[in-house]
């Protein structure tokens, strides 16, 4: 945040989390970082940075980790006028514990994206310029889905997003809403993190985080993704995002 004349500018920044080792993209990720992995012959962090730069992103902090060295080397210390940091995950505690890192480097409101998820320019914006955002204290990007047993489900009263539902079991789904994994919140989001326990899977899980955020009665809210997401998790999910790119990104 910068004060000029009495005139505040906001530096908008994006957190991606990039640590993970992408097992279930074997044997490709044995020799890179799941967020290097190729969609037409270009990392598919790179894609994703390209599009936050365009919907305005100032700053991005790349919380990294499995060979870290590869994704250091590649963007370096700048990629497109933009700055990069580089945070170090030396154990995978989780998604809140990522984002967990970079709290005293972020001044205001923020961008969470997943490395692994990619959707058109429009969406990222949607969040990043949004001037309704006052008004709020979390904005979710969500997508409607034939099978929401296999996402976090959002339980919603209109755009309010009110409760989270982990993977519900098929039938029992409050929604067919699921959270795109890309997210904007407010720098208190950081005591929901604190506050987040250890999942099941022994992780500290972001979708917990933002469960407590209700709960603190902070208002919540999703926007409808438009056009289409690769939500790239195993070998059929990146084939799939390279045939449909140009869908997934309009020129």
Sequence with gaps: MYLFCNFIFYVMKAVILAAGKGVRLRPLTDQIPKCMAAVKDKPMLEHILDRLIKAGVDEAHLVVGYKKEIIEDHFGPEYAGIKLNYFVQKEQKGTAHAVSLVEKYIDDKFIIANSDVITGTGNYKML??????????????????????RFGVLKTNETEVVGIVEKPDPGNEPSNLVSMGIYRFRKD?????????LSPRNEYELVDSI???????????????TGSCADIGNMDDLQRANEMLDEIFPK
């Design 189 to 197: 989001f950081f005591e929901s993190i604190k506050n987040t326990p």
């Design 128 to 149: 990043a310029t949004t001037d309704e955002f006052e008004q709020v204290d979390g904005l979710i990007l969500a997508r409607k889905v034939k099978d929401p047993w």
């Design 211 to 225: 469960k407590d955020y209700i709960v603190r009665n902070k208002k919540v809210e999703y926007r409808l993704s």
